[in-house]
């Protein structure tokens, strides 16, 4: 009898160790299901402008030249290195942020991250080439930084802190609203004192500044400019248009003041993506961004202080529209002609494999994907906002309220940032949501824990 229970021990613990080892080759695998199933990474309309910045040697609004290089590294292999990459990374914060919060263990780590599998757009970002994946992934690792460095090693606070670097680079709205993270941290220090640390808000607003030099020795190097990635203007000034704004100034200014778009301000088409990316023959004839880039930051700065009242407005609409606007799939489907020319011009020995893809054929459906995660990610964040609730009626700063709070606070900052700027679109909210659907997991999961019996303390 004496001898049975060291057996049944040891026992456990070599099924632990399988199942450990089952689920780090499992996941990241499931990570990459669509892109597997897809045969080639799924594309996206923006994509070919982050494939094409090795090769063009200019700066494109909203395409960051850190991402371009990150891309080029993995073309030999048909960008499955990058895919992979994004599986383990992804795998590892969910790990690591779940260690942190004392849920340790295989069979959880696997259940948590099959939950996220199945209910959120996590595997099709993370199976995608588009800075998306990296949104999320960042804010947790800036989270780890900021409120549990003593419970990583010295190793992790070094990598989380490159990562974040990185990740910060790829795409201006995920820098702005890491930065209003570390912001809001700093501000509530003299409360938080004890929960977060001025060494960690040091560390994670370093990562910042050394993601915001990245951004610029990229752009140098590719482009021989020491200048930020173009794009705030432009992309604004698309948002004002579909609001109505920019007719509206026209219609008030036109012709006292010679503008290039006064001719042709009873034919703009209705949103920002048709004025700026839809091929229309008025932005072409006009000199596209360089001949208009003055003209529409003109505009914009002019608009923004003559309607106050017409913008706040648009952009409370905007905010609120983009909050609600989760889900997955916005711009994968089977026309993509930019990013098709991009590879067939610039990588010609893919295009055999990117044209035999499912996507290229329209064999994906996101409707059906969305039957599940539209309710799954609108279901969360209400279950978000329950759990700070709760906590503020008990008036109590639990682990899981910080990052709720912190999930929460990321996700209004970019529904703010994206929906004010570039106007309302799923991408945005699929690309982060999936946050909050991992902190309600989190919050069960510790719920369970605390409450269980003793005799569960074996089951795993």
Request: with cysteine; hydrophobic share 50%; charged share 15%.
């Amino acid at each position: 009898m004496e001898t049975s229970i060291p057996n049944k021990v040891l026992t456990a613990q070599l099924r632990r160790g399988h199942a450990a080892r089952l689920a780090l080759f499992v996941l990241p695998l499931l990570l990459l299901a669509p892109a597997i199933w897809n045969g080639y990474p799924l594309l996206q309309y923006d994509t070919g402008g982050y494939l094409a910045r090795w090769y063009e040697g200019y700066l494109v609004i909203n395409r960051s030249t850190s991402y371009g290089i990150y891309l080029h590294l993995g073309e030999q292999t048909q960008f499955w290195l990058n895919l992979a990459f994004q599986a383990i990374v992804s795998l590892w914060i969910i790990q690591l942020t779940l260690r942190v919060f004392g849920i340790t263990g295989p069979f959880r780590l696997a259940a948590i991250g099959v939950g996220l599998i199945a209910t959120t757009a996590l595997p099709w970002i993370t199976s995608m080439l588009l800075t998306d994946i990296f949104a999320g992934l960042s804010l947790l690792s800036l989270f780890l930084l900021i409120a549990y460095r003593d419970r990583t090693t010295t190793l992790e606070k070094i990598l989380l802190f490159i990562f974040t670097a990185f990740a910060a680079s790829t795409h201006s709205a995920t820098m702005i609203v890491l930065a209003g993270v570390c912001a809001a941290g700093w501000v509530l220090l003299p409360w938080l004192r004890g929960r977060i640390s001025a060494a960690g808000l040091t560390q994670a607003s370093s990562a910042l500044v050394v993601g915001a030099l990245l951004v610029l020795g990229c752009n140098y190097a590719l482009s021989g400019k020491l200048t930020w990635t173009p794009g705030g203007s432009g992309v604004a000034f698309g948002r004002m248009l579909q609001d109505g704004i920019v007719k509206r100034y026209l219609d008030d200014h036109c012709p006292r003041q010679q503008l290039k778009l006064c001719p042709y301000k009873d034919e703009l088409p209705p949103t920002g993506d048709d004025f700026l990316w839809g091929g229309n023959n008025m932005f072409d004839k006009l000199g596209r961004f360089e001949g208009m880039s003055g003209e529409m930051e003109f505009i914009s700065r002019q608009a923004l202080t003559t309607y106050p009242w017409m913008q706040f407005k648009a952009a409370a609409k905007a905010t609120w529209d983009q909050l609600v606007h989760v889900a997955t799939g916005e711009g994968t489907n089977g026309w993509l002609p930019h990013t098709y020319g991009i590879i067939e011009r610039y990588m010609p020995d893919q295009a055999p494999a990117m044209r035999a893809a499912k996507q290229q054929h329209w064999d994906i459906n996101f409707n059906a994907v969305n039957w599940v995660h539209v309710p799954v990610a609108l279901g969360s964040m209400l279950l978000l906002l329950g759990l700070l609730g709760h906590a503020a009626w008990q008036r109590r700063l639990h682990d899981v309220t910080l990052l709720a709070g912190t999930v929460a606070l990321a996700l209004f900052g970019n529904a703010l940032i994206c929906g004010i700027i570039s106007g309302p679109h799923d991408r945005y909210g699929s690309r982060i949501v999936w946050t909050a659907t991992f902190v309600v997991m989190i919050a069960a999961v510790k719920h369970f824990l605390a409450n269980r019996s003793p005799a569960d303390d074996g089951a795993e």
